[in-house]
Nanobody
Framework: QVQLVESGGGLVQAGGSLRLSCAAS????????MGWFRQAPGKEREFVAA????????YYVDSVEGRFTISRDNPKNTVYLQMNGLKPEDTAVYYC??????????????WGQGTQVTVSS
């Protein structure tokens, strides 16, 4: 089993930056595809970013391309989402996810409980 705990969310002004962290335990994440999703009030959960299990490929939803960066630190068993140039429409609960097989935009096996990101205008 893999346990995922997100942290780093908070309240920021438009144009600001946040770095979300996802700490994993139970397994090393080096063999997993890792992803970030978000869910805004009244909206469905949407894919944000993913990092392949070998760490060679990244994928982003168009709305965050060029602003967000997903990365991993395998020795720390942690995945990050660096968010720059934040916009009010980025406001959502952000979830970390891990997929042993599959992954990318869906098919994840394990999920964190989420961290709130609020961007004020």
């Amino acid at each position: 089993q893999v346990q995922l705990v997100e942290s780093g969310g908070g309240l920021v002004q438009a144009g600001g930056s946040l770095r979300l962290s996802c700490a994993a335990s139970g397994r090393t994440i080096s063999g997993y595809t890792m992803g970030w999703f978000r869910q805004a009030p009244g909206k469905e959960r949407e894919f944000v970013a993913a990092l392949s299990w070998r760490g060679r490929n990244t994928y982003y939803v168009d709305s965050v391309e060029g602003r967000f960066t997903i990365s991993r630190d395998n020795p720390k068993n942690t995945v990050y989402l660096q968010m720059n140039g934040l916009k009010p429409e980025d406001t959502a609960v952000y979830y970390c996810a891990a997929a042993y097989r599959g992954g990318y935009t869906g098919g994840y096996d394990y999920w964190g409980q989420g961290t709130q990101v609020t961007v004020s205008s």
